[in-house]
């Protein structure tokens, strides 16, 4: 049985102009230890599903299994980084590390809990920023601090919705190199959803894509092969690697083409 | 001269200067009650220049007259925000409440301090209180309206951290309500400040009690007009000074 398990999930949203139908039926499976990226085009529904996932939504139809049970709220186990950061603005960055830390760790004594602070704020090479405010910082660092307050909820699973898609491509690049390095160290369960085909290779084991909307589903997942530790320099002239951007490529492709 | 120094020094001045020609021009011809500037000016000059004496109740240096004023609006506006600050906030984060006063508080909103005095009279039976209550009870309502206003425009994202992160009731309100929303009471509290120092002056002209307001209308009774253009600019000069000092305390809060 997988450790998280998206079972054929149903959304629709009511808005003024009528309803609209966002994902038809949504699954994915993945097992614990395990990074899966999700990949598609933009507005095609995939910050819904991590929602769902996340337990900030509720589906119309079908299920989140997690860890044998059903997901029915938000709650620190599903950590997330959300894509325009959510750090707030009137706490410094460790300060908002700090908040999840003491949520999580709240039977642990104040002394321990502010080591784990600074070890997460070192992780993410934020400790000499650490008492800065989110505007004082630039649009990395701040992606770097919401990964820090993730990585703080001590997550069975950590989703990521487009966590890199609002920096510029250098700052990508590196953030990218920081998060293989964190979880090569850390080899926790992640779902990161991306528009990005090439981040999602570097990043993931496994890649669905999403069919775009309305009623978006998960296609058939692509497994990415490539040998871990993954360098960023070396990987796109492999062949596997040009096989699996091909195989994302052509799918994506051939959804627009068919629904349009 | 730079340009900006011509338009922040010269033309300000330019504009006063128009007004006091157009106060001269209008009390030598057709409100010749009215005195006129030089005149104000002479008849005033020792409320103004002996800022704090007092000579009786209500025959006092302009600021002194200003002090009592102040005190009485401090008093109003701190109970206004004691009340309104926490309505706001239900308001903001009960929608049972909302549905259950916000119409209650749309209707008493718009009355008039003249309106309420004279039911502060009956229930304390002392003009000061009674002068108290009518301010706080006008004043709070930008408050009130400011501070529901704020928590009800809190980002999503911001309250989807504290869900996440299952926050009890009380650090999600001490984390991240109260902190988003402090902008937004802050300009409640500016409002509030310049509605309770307008309710001031009528407060005080009805109960005569010693104030701006209080001697302005003696004034008037005595026929001494000249000081109720003393106090008229008074009561503009101190609001214009308690609104710029608002306006620091709520910069400083907004920008953290």
């Known amino acids: 049985m997988p450790y998280l398990e998206v079972r054929d999930v149903h959304k629709t949203f009511a808005t003024p102009r009528g309803a609209t139908h966002v994902l038809g039926g949504a699954s994915l499976a993945l097992d614990d230890g395990e990074f899966v990226a999700i990949v598609g085009y933009s507005g095609s529904g995939k910050t819904t599903l991590i929602s769902l996932i996340a337990g900030l939504l509720a589906p119309d139809a079908g299920e989140v299994v997690l860890d044998g049970r059903p997901v029915r709220e938000p709650g620190p186990e599903r950590g997330i980084v959300f894509q325009q950061y959510s750090l707030l603005p009137w706490l410094t960055a460790h300060d908002n590390v700090a908040l999840a830390v003491d949520a999580v760790d709240a039977a642990r004594p104040a002394a321990e809990r502010r080591r784990r602070t600074d070890e997460l704020m070192t992780l993410v090479g934020l400790a000499s920023a650490a008492g800065k405010r989110p505007r004082e910082l630039s649009g990395g660092m701040r992606q770097r601090v919401a990964v820090a307050r993730g990585l703080a909820m001590r997550p069975k699973v950590l989703l990521m919705d487009e966590p890199f898609s609002a920096l510029d491509a250098l700052t990508r690049a590196t953030l990218q190199d920081e998060l293989l390095r964190i979880w090569g160290e850390r080899r926790s369960t992640v779902v990161l959803v991306t528009n990005d085909v090439d981040e999602a290779i570097l990043l993931a084991d496994r890649i669905y894509p999403m069919t775009p909307g309305p009623g978006a589903v998960l296609g058939p997942p692509i497994e990415v092969g490539l040998p871990r530790p993954r360098q960023r320099r070396h990987m796109s002239l492999e062949p596997a690697y040009q096989k699996v951007r091909h195989q994302i490529v052509d799918f994506l492709r051939a959804c627009r083409r068919g629904g349009a | 001269m730079t340009p900006s120094r011509l338009s922040r020094v010269v033309l300000p001045l330019l504009g006063l200067t128009v007004v006091l020609l157009v106060w001269t021009a209008l009390s030598q011809t057709v409100a010749p009650d009215i005195p006129s500037p030089v005149r104000t000016w002479q008849e005033s000059r020792r409320y103004v220049l002996e800022p704090f004496f007092k000579d009786g109740e209500l025959n006092q240096g302009i600021l002194r007259l200003a002090y009592y004023s102040l005190i009485r609006v401090g008093k109003g506006f701190a109970l206004a925000l004691l009340i309104g600050t926490p309505i706001g906030f239900m308001l903001g984060l009960s929608r049972t409440f909302h549905e259950t006063f916000d119409p209650i508080i749309q209707f008493l909103r718009p009355i008039s301090p003249l309106a309420w005095l004279p039911l502060g009279l009956v229930i304390f039976r002392q003009s000061e209180p009674a002068a108290v209550f009518t301010i706080a009870l006008c004043a709070m309502w930008p408050t ?32 991240i309500i109260v902190p988003a929303t402090l902008p937004y009471v802050f300009t409640g509290y500016r409002l509030s400040l310049g509605l309770a120092w307008l309710v001031i002056v009528a407060s005080e002209m009805l109960t005569g009690t010693p104030g701006v307001g ?3 209308w003696q004034e008037y009774n005595s026929l001494v007009y000249s000081h109720i253009i003393l106090s008229v600019i008074t009561i503009g000069a101190i609001g214009f000074l308690l609104d710029r000092l608002m306006g620091v305390v709520e910069a400083r809060v907004k920008a953290g």
């Open chain 2, 144 to 175: 009130v309206i400011n501070t529901a206003a704020g928590v009800r425009s809190i980002s999503q994202d911001y309250l989807n951290v504290g869900r996440v992160l299952k926050l009890s009731r009380f650090t999600m309100l001490r984390k």
């Open chain 2, 214 to 216: 209080g001697f302005l």
